[in-house]
């Protein structure tokens, strides 16, 4: 991988309002090899738990096959909000689509979390192990004082913010 390339940022979506949030997608309709861009808004999530998002514009392309799997981009929170999977194939004047959001692709495929999110540093109340080692770096001074201090002292208090 170049080293100027990152992943894509994946927003997990759950419990977020996305109606009217302006999306792009890139797919390979028939006839088109090269791929093509389309583009337009998102919707509500419905029951299944899938997203509804619309073509709202007159000019250019709408879901069709060839943008299956295709990752949806929304422009507001720049990130991938979940893969176009399907379109009522029976409604051809309908320019809606529905794509399975981030969230419920973790949830079918829990593996895919540590794939693409980075580690947090951030454990809430679970106490640190050595194997969380990587995340301190930087504070050796101050290490260093307080070891000098227990050493010294049979009460030490150690006070700050969090992290």
Partial sequence: ????????????????DLWSHRFRGFGFPAGKPEGVNLSGVVRSRLASGLLQVEDTKTEGYRFEAGFSGTPIWDEQLQGIIGIAVSIDSRRPETKAAF?????????????LVS??????????LETFQEEDADFFFGRHHAIDRLVAKVDRHPLVAVLGSSG
């Fill in 1 to 16: 991988m170049p080293n100027q390339a990152k992943p894509v940022p994946l927003i997990e979506n759950r419990g977020l």
């Fill in 99 to 111: 794509i399975i959001p981030v969230d419920l692709l973790f949830k079918a495929w829990p593996d």
């Fill in 115 to 124: 794939q693409v999110l980075p580690n947090s540093p951030y454990r809430g």
